[in-house]
């Protein structure tokens, strides 16, 4: 199985940026995507990329959020997170198999997200 290792979170003002990474053990064909989990919730789709790059997204994060992959090597999905708000606050997992909004492959550990009101 194809194992993603996720970094790239912290402490952010409400209206700032900041950038997720997701970096597969090795090269995956695959749609990469990443979900979400506020403390006592679900975990909720976030967004994915297939292979040749176009992406799509939750509607809650749409316009704000924007995801782009590196596959020159091993695959490598980052996730641009703009215009952010308390609500974005969660643990961010990465997934490497992604079909739909349901995530089928590998859990990464997870990168903390919070943004400060």
């Known amino acids: 199985q194809v194992q993603p290792v996720e970094s790239g979170g912290g402490v952010v003002p409400a209206g700032g940026s900041l950038r997720l990474s997701c970096a597969a053990s090795r090269h995956t064909v695959n749609p990469m995507g990443w979900f979400r989990q506020a403390p006592g919730k679900e975990r909720e789709f976030v967004g994915a990329i297939v292979y040749s790059g176009p992406a799509y997204y939750a509607d809650s994060v749409k316009g704000r959020f924007t995801l782009s992959r590196d596959n020159a090597e091993k695959s490598v999905v980052h996730l641009e997170m703009n215009s952010l708000k308390s609500e974005d606050t969660a643990t961010y997992y990465c997934?490497?198999?992604?079909?739909?909004?349901?995530?089928?492959?590998?859990w990464g550990q997870g990168t903390q997200v919070t943004v400060s009101s």
């Open positions: 997934n490497t198999d992604v079909r739909g909004t349901t995530g089928l492959g590998s």
